[in-house]
């Protein structure tokens, strides 16, 4: 019998910073190939991702199945370019496959399905319907008696969906402490801002009164994504929600809090302008200057 264990998890903040770059740096580089596909969202999250693979979740690239896993739940499934870019990354597939994106045939397909690449938990695409999913994985595992533990991304847009306020209240009825919600919050949808289109302030109080516990943090920032996820497993009676603020495009400075990138791709002119910025805030970091 193999004996899996997880993958050993990056401390150095410094290296985590670089991996942030590169998976951006990656992204960029697919959407193009691509040439379709949303671009705000997935350079937003690239510090969630970032934090979750390569130091929070139980996992091993090398064993996809492997039933003491933790999962990851991509709601919002229209950002996974920052999804399949961090899985290339902490290795899943090679990273040249990341130019495969959207093309015909391919396993990265424009929302995840989860037939078609090992390592992905769920199929998404339309949206409400992930905190659904990752509640009842929780709470299986809550049955079950067993360790594993769910991470929900969810867009902020998506809170719009009715399902999405039937999941919380399931998963605040049941004391779900095994999951986690991370809100994409980056105020922007398609068609502009969330609080033009339909206001979800006061959103932690909502939550709250859902009976969950919340957190609000730069995310933005690794260290606090990893001490907010830290926090979430001290909390035994609730589930916990992450509300992850942070700068739609974040990197590209044409990109940055406009949502007329949620849904669409650099073109190749673009790209190499996007991909000069990010170099030099990878060498930022690399002097420790970022």
């Not at 990273?95 to 199929?123: D, I, M, S, V, Y």
């Not at 998506?158 to 009825?173: I, L, Y």
Request: proline share 5%; glycine share 8%.
């Amino acid at each position: 019998m193999v004996t899996i264990k997880p993958i050993k998890k990056v401390t150095d903040l410094k290296q985590l910073k670089l991996l942030a770059n590169q998976i951006r740096q990656d992204l960029i580089e697919a959407l193009v190939s691509a040439g379709s596909g949303h671009t705000a969202g997935p350079l937003g999250m690239a510090d969630v991702f970032t934090a979750l693979y390569f130091n929070v979740i139980k996992h091993n690239p090398k064993y996809p199945f492997w039933e003491e896993r933790d999962r990851v739940v991509l709601s919002n499934g229209h950002i996974c370019p920052v999804l399949y870019s961090t899985m290339a990354n902490v290795g899943y597939f090679p990273r040249k496959e990341l130019k495969t994106l959207r093309h015909f045939g391919t396993r990265l397909q424009g929302h995840p399905h989860r037939a078609a690449l090992p390592g992905l938990e769920t199929t998404s695409g339309p949206l409400g319907s992930g905190l659904s999913q990752a509640a009842g994985m929780a709470y299986a595992f809550q049955m079950d008696n067993k360790k594993n533990r769910v991470y929900c991304l969810m867009s902020d847009g998506e809170q719009e969906a009715g399902q999405t306020w039937e999941a919380a209240m399931f998963a605040g009825k049941n004391k779900l402490r095994n999951l986690v919600g991370f809100i994409d919050r980056n105020n922007i949808q398609i068609d502009g801002n969330t609080e033009d289109i339909m206001p979800l302030e006061p959103l932690a109080d909502k939550y709250r009164s859902f009976n969950w516990h919340v957190i609000e943090i730069n995310a933005n920032n690794i260290q606090a994504i990893i001490d907010a996820c830290n926090e979430s497993a001290t909390i035994y009676e609730k589930p916990t929600l992450i509300i992850a603020h942070n700068i739609p495009g974040k990197g590209v400075s044409f990109m940055e809090n406009d949502f007329l990138w949620h849904g669409k791709p650099p073109t190749a002119e673009q790209a190499k302008v996007a991909l000069a910025e990010l170099k030099v805030w990878r060498e930022n970091i690399m002097k420790n200057r970022d």
